[in-house]
């Protein structure tokens, strides 16, 4: 598991948020989550994904529901990752991955 750097933004309720991150290639893209699914340090807001697969400049990671646009999986630059690493969502064994919605 690991944190996405990404802004929040108001949702379509009063428990979601908009957690906007940028792909690889500089596009913009967002995903509607609960607030509770999103992790607060420091002043900056992360968004806990998977890790599929890393190179030397890029990180293939997986979201927990798709984004706006469709996907669920995206590369993006090792610096869009936090260095605090693994993380541990509260309630899980260290390295399992997040609920999925069916």
Not at 33 to 47: A, K, M, P, R, S
Not at 84 to 101: C, D, I, K, V
């Amino acid at each position: 598991m690991a944190l996405l750097i990404c802004e929040e933004e108001p949702g379509l309720a009063s428990f979601t948020r908009f957690a906007t991150f940028n792909h690889l290639d500089g596009r913009r893209d967002s995903l509607l989550i609960d607030v509770e699914f999103l992790y607060h340090e420091n002043g900056q807001t992360y968004l806990p994904v998977d890790i599929i697969s890393r190179g030397k400049d890029w990180v293939l990671i997986e979201l927990s529901d798709e984004a706006n646009s469709g996907t669920r999986r995206l590369w993006v630059a090792p610096s869009a990752l936090s260095s605090r690493q693994p993380y541990q969502w509260p309630g899980t064994r260290a390295g399992q991955s997040l609920p999925r919605n069916p």
